[in-house]
């Protein structure tokens, strides 16, 4: 328990004991919902998101079809994009980012996976929804230079001020994008 | 001394205590600062900027003169605009933002003069650098409104993921402006 991420050994201690003392009400029917998901959860063999089926519940929705792709870097991070409930189309996970550090190349992410999903549905528009992070925009300029001539729009997320955001509070380097990347009102 | 923001009454009376027993090294020399700013500190009549002169540094420097003005809040966000070092033009501090709840109008702020000075000087683009707030962004539109048929380009900060910034972390709202704003790579 304690090798849970959020979890020390102390934490990881009480956690156990409580489940012990409600052993019928807590421990059976999490001991059964465990064994169920490591039964029946797995990868979807289109986008990489978790399900239950070999097509994940977006993949399978025939509404998603809309011809827009958008890569995310985690599982988690294609849940805040449902979260917001505002893409429409289908995902593809890449499950990690490119790093030369740790060793991680195009081949042990899903982007040759990307790269013939784009050739083969009907994709029009490719969006990068890749974390702002150094690691996450190497990968992002990446995948645009793997699917530049395939004839589809690569774009991604746009940077600036998060909504709620305040200038005192902000970093520099966010100041900067969001004056560069300026609009007219 | 408690009355500052961030100060308790128990913050303040250790602060005072430290004063006191420091006082020929720390306490004189902040009383004669203290005294020095009271007479000396005065806001630009230009931009609302904090300076010691008539003029504020940004509004005296010729350099700065490009024909741009960035309208900010406060003078805390121009500081920040300032630690950015990004923007080189000069500077226009409303020193609020337009809130019906606090009877807040445009006569209270420093709106008149900004549509004044960019009919007396040669200003070719306003950039509103507001919060993200509610209230930031409803005086953005105002001062949009007001600048209309100026012949002045008026542009804002772009809305989107801070740089650093993880899908999994960010609010809602954040994504769906990120995604809305999305753009080629």
């Given at each position: 328990m304690?090798?849970?991420p959020?979890?020390?050994?102390?934490?990881?201690?009480?956690?156990?004991?409580?489940?012990i003392k409600?052993?019928?009400?807590l421990?059976?029917p999490?001991?059964?919902?465990?064994?169920?998901?490591?039964?029946?959860?797995?990868?979807?063999?289109?986008?990489?998101?978790?399900?239950?089926?070999?097509?994940?519940?977006?993949?399978?929705?025939?509404?998603?079809?809309?011809?827009?792709i958008?890569?995310?870097?985690d599982?988690s991070?294609?849940?805040?994009?449902?979260?917001?409930?505002?893409f429409k189309?289908?995902?593809h996970?890449?499950?990690?980012?490119?790093?030369a550090?740790?060793?991680?190349?195009?081949e042990?992410?899903?982007?040759?996976n990307l790269?013939?999903r784009?050739g083969?549905?009907?994709?029009?528009?490719?969006i990068?929804?890749?974390?702002?992070?150094?690691?996450?925009?190497?990968t992002?300029?990446?995948?645009a230079?793997?699917l530049?001539?395939?004839?589809?729009?690569?774009?991604?997320?746009?940077?600036?001020v998060?909504?709620?955001?305040?200038?005192?509070?902000?970093?520099?380097?966010?100041?900067?994008?969001?004056?560069?990347a300026?609009?007219?009102?």
């Amino acid at each position: 328990m304690a090798k849970l991420p959020g979890l020390g050994p102390r934490s990881a201690r009480r956690a156990v004991l409580h489940l012990i003392k409600k052993r019928d009400i807590l421990l059976s029917p999490l001991a059964d919902s465990l064994f169920t998901v490591a039964q029946t959860a797995r990868e979807c063999v289109t986008c990489g998101n978790i399900g239950t089926m070999d097509q994940c519940d977006v993949c399978a929705d025939p509404r998603r079809a809309i011809g827009q792709i958008c890569v995310v870097e985690d599982v988690s991070d294609l849940w805040a994009m449902e979260r917001a409930a505002v893409f429409k189309g289908r995902y593809h996970v890449l499950g990690g980012v490119l790093s030369a550090l740790d060793g991680v190349g195009p081949e042990e992410l899903r982007i040759p996976n990307l790269v013939s999903r784009v050739g083969d549905e009907n994709i029009t528009e490719v969006i990068l929804a890749l974390n702002a992070t150094v690691d996450g925009q190497t990968t992002a300029h990446y995948i645009a230079d793997q699917l530049e001539d395939m004839g589809v729009s690569v774009t991604s997320l746009a940077q600036g001020v998060p909504i709620g955001g305040e200038l005192d509070y902000l970093d520099d380097g966010t100041i900067t994008a969001a004056l560069n990347a300026r609009k007219a009102v």
